[in-house]
């Protein structure tokens, strides 16, 4: 079955740092996205991706955020300068609306440890 | 008010009940629903998705109230295995692109 691919599975960095999240979306699908979750709270949007550009972005993805898609396969968030706050798990996904029901496949995340 | 609501729970169940979810949306807009659900520090897996006319899979039953913008999850003779987060999940498009957009989820422990 095909599935979304994230790594690391766990990143350490000190405060302002720069973290770039790795994601391999599955291959057939059109519209791409990042989610956070901090612990123990709820999955929230940061951001969507289609067609090579941002579609939709949420008040959290500000200017120490960034996506990219580099190659066909690869879809990537960088975290310019990490925070404390920005200890989470992050979980890419990647969807296409017109296939099946519609569903999004998330991977198995990325847990950001800002120290 | 939220776009998607739940009871966050917990739900604390014998082995065997049954257990009902809710859920409500704001949205009108939307246009797909979902039941995930999420174990401690896993990524969210979609349980089932849900239709107007209802839907079943072996023991979970959904359903879809379009006009009261409300979702429901029922899940008979629960397993242990079934203690876990269930996240209802509205999707959304606005301006030629989907959003997916997340409830609190509700928390289940089946108990022995």
């Known amino acids: 079955e095909p599935e979304v691919t994230q790594t690391p599975s766990h990143q350490v960095t000190q405060m302002g740092q720069e973290v770039i999240l790795r994601c391999v979306p599955i291959s057939n699908h059109l519209y791409f996205y990042w989610y956070r979750q901090i612990l123990g709270q709820k999955v929230e949007f940061l951001v969507s991706?289609?067609?090579?550009?941002?579609?939709?972005k949420s008040e959290i993805f500000d200017d120490q955020f960034s996506v990219e898609r580099p190659d066909g396969s690869n879809f990537t968030l960088k975290i310019r300068s990490t925070k404390l706050e920005d200890s989470a798990m992050y979980f890419c996904?990647?969807?296409?609306?017109?296939?099946?029901?519609?569903?999004?496949?998330f991977g198995q995340g990325t847990r950001l440890t800002v120290v | 008010r939220k776009e998607v609501e739940q009871d966050p729970g917990p739900f604390n169940v014998p082995e065997g009940a049954t257990v009902a979810f809710n859920c409500t949306y704001s949205n009108s807009a939307s246009q797909s629903f979902f039941w995930y659900r999420q174990d401690c520090r896993k990524e969210p897996k979609l349980l089932m998705s849900v239709y107007s006319s209802g839907n079943e899979d072996g023991r979970f039953t959904a359903q879809l109230n379009r006009a009261s913008q409300y979702i429901s999850l029922l899940i008979r003779d629960s397993k242990l295995s079934d203690s876990a987060t269930y996240l209802c999940v509205v999707n959304k498009r606005t301006s030629g692109t989907y959003k997916y957009i997340f409830g609190t989820g509700t928390r289940l422990k089946v108990l022995a």
């Open positions: 996904a990647s969807s296409d609306p017109l296939l099946g029901s519609g569903e999004a496949f």
């Open positions: 991706f289609y067609n090579n550009e941002i579609s939709e």
